[in-house]
C-alpha cells in the first residue's frame, strides 16, 4: 500500500483478486514461490510523459499521458486507451491489472496494458483533438509494436481518436504496422464486429448466465448505463434476443423510456451530434422522461437485467439493495469494475446471477486479438465470422468461470471463477519464464 499510495482503485482491484486465491495457493502453494503473487501486482513497466499541444485560440496545453505495460508473460502487452479528466496513475493500474485476468481468460496470446490521459476530449474541435493525439503518439511511438504493445480505445477513444493515433504512429516510425493498434476502421485493417464486440460480448455471457436457471433475455425489462460504445452495442444485441431496454445514461443524467429504448435515436444523438442523453426524451416527447444527475441513479428503474456499462464505481451498495429490492435476476458489467464491493457482496447474498467485467467484457479485447490475427495474415474476415468467434469465446469464458467455481467449492460464483481461471493462466506461464 505504501509503494502505490493514494492509487484507490488500484487497491480495490487488486484486493478483489487476492480475495479469490486464498483457496488456490492452500491448494497449490507453489504458486507463493518465488514472490509470483508480488510479482503479478507490479506492472513491468509505467511510462508517464508530457503531452504538449497548443488549443484553436493558439494556447499551449499540457496534459499527462501513461502507458501501464502490466503483464507480457501471455503475449504482447494489450489494452486500450482512455481520454477522460479523471485518469489518474492509479486508474491506468487498476485497468492494466484487470485486463491481464482479462486477457488470460480469453485463452488468446495476449498480455495485459492500459494507458490514457487526463485529457477531455469533451467540446474540443476536430483540429485540436487530432494535434492531442498526434503529440501523445510523437512520445509514446517508441514504446508500441505489433510485439511489444498494441493498445486500442476505450472512455473518449473511439474510432476518430484511433485514427489519428495510428496515423503519427505511421508516420513517425515509417511502417504499415496494422497490428500496432486494434479498433481501427475497416478502411485501413480494422476488423468487422470490433465495435460492436464488448457490448455484444457481454449480452452472450449474460445470455449464457441465464441460460443456467432455464432463463433468457425474452420479455425482460434491462436498463445499460451509458450510452458510449458498450452501452450502444449492448443495447442492440440486447433487443435482438427479445430484451426491452428500458433505460440509459450518461454523465448528466439517465432517460426512461418504457416502450423500449429507440437505438437508432441514440445513435443520431451520441455518434453524429455528440450530443447529451436529455436530448432524447425532448425528442421522444411524452413517452419519455429524463432524469438529471445528482437527482437519482439509474438503477432506481426496477428492471430483471442491470447492464452496467459507463465507468468504474457507478454502481454502489445503495444501488445494489435497490435492484435486489427490485428484483434484478442477473447483472452483467460491460463497464471495468464499475460495481463497488459493496454492491457485488449483496448481489452475491441475494443469489442474484452475477457476471463481473473481467469476464463479461472481454469480448471487445478477445475482437482485438482477433483483429491482430486478421492483421497478421493480411486477411479480413466477414461480421458473421467474426461474431461467431466472438460468441464462442464468450461461451468458453463463461463455462471456464462456471468451472473454476465449481471446482473451488462455490457454485455460480463467477467472481470467484474469473480471478482464478485468469491468474492460472497468468501464474503457470509466469512460473515457465523465470524470476523476470
Ligand atoms: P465511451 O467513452 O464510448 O462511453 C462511456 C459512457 O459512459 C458515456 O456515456 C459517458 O458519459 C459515460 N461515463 C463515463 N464516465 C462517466 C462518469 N464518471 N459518470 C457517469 N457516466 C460516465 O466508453 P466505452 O463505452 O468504450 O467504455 C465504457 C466502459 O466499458 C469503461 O469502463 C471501459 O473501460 C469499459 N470497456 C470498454 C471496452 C471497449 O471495447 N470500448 C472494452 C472493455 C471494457 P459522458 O459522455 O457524459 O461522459
Known sequence: ????????????????????????????????????????????????????????????????????????????????????????????????????????????????????????????????????????????????????????????????????????????????????????????????????????????????????????????????????????????????????????SDSSGYVVDESGIDLALIKEIKDVRRGRIGEYAKARGAGAHFVPAGKGSVWDVPCDVAMPSATQNELSGKDAATLVKNGVIAVGEGANMPSTPEAIRLFQEARVLFGPGKAANAGGVATSALEMQQNASRDSWTFEQTEERLATIMRNIHDTCAATADEYGAPGNYVLGANIAGFVRVAEAMQMLGVI
Not at 432455464?214 to 449492448?234: E, H, L, M, P, Q
Request: a positive charge.
Open 1 to 248: 500500500i505504501r509503494r502505490n499510495a493514494g492509487e484507490a482503485e488500484f487497491h480495490q482491484a487488486v484486493q478483489g483478486v487476492l480475495e479469490s486465491l486464498g483457496l488456490v495457493v492452500a491448494k497449490h502453494p507453489h504458486y507463493l514461490d518465488q514472490a509470483l503473487i508480488e510479482r503479478i501486482c507490479e506492472p513491468e513497466r509505467q511510462i508517464i510523459f508530457r503531452i504538449p499541444w497548443v488549443d484553436d485560440a493558439g494556447h499551449v496545453q499540457i496534459n499527462r499521458g501513461f502507458r501501464v505495460q502490466f503483464n507480457s508473460a501471455l503475449g504482447p502487452y494489450k489494452g486500450g486507451m482512455r481520454f477522460h479528466p479523471s485518469v489518474n496513475v492509479g486508474i491506468i493500474k487498476f485497468l492494466g491489472f484487470a485486463q491481464t485476468f482479462k486477457n488470460a481468460l480469453t485463452g488468446l496470446p495476449i498480455g495485459g496494458g492500459k494507458g490514457g490521459s487526463d485529457f477531455d476530449p469533451k467540446g474540443r474541435s476536430e483540429g485540436e483533438i487530432m494535434r492531442f493525439c498526434q503529440s501523445l503518439m510523437t512520445e509514446l511511438h517508441r514504446h508500441l509494436g505489433e510485439y511489444t504493445d498494441v493498445p486500442a480505445g476505450d472512455v473518449g477513444v473511439g474510432g476518430r481518436e484511433i485514427g489519428y493515433m495510428f496515423g503519427q504512429f505511421k508516420r513517425l516510425t515509417n511502417r504499415y504496422e496494422a497490428g500496432v493498434f486494434t479498433g481501427k476502421a475497416l478502411a485501413y485493417g480494422g476488423s468487422r464486429a470490433r465495435t460492436e464486440a464488448t457490448g455484444y460480448g457481454n449480452t452472450y455471457f449474460v445470455r449464457a448466465m441465464l441460460e443456467t436457471r432455464g432463463s433468457s433475455f425474452d420479455g425482460r425489462k434491462v436498463v445499460v448505463s451509458g450510452s458510449g460504445n458498450v452501452a450502444i452495442y449492448t443495447i442492440e444485441k440486447v433487443q435482438s434476443f427479445g430484451g426491452k431496454v428500458i433505460a440509459c
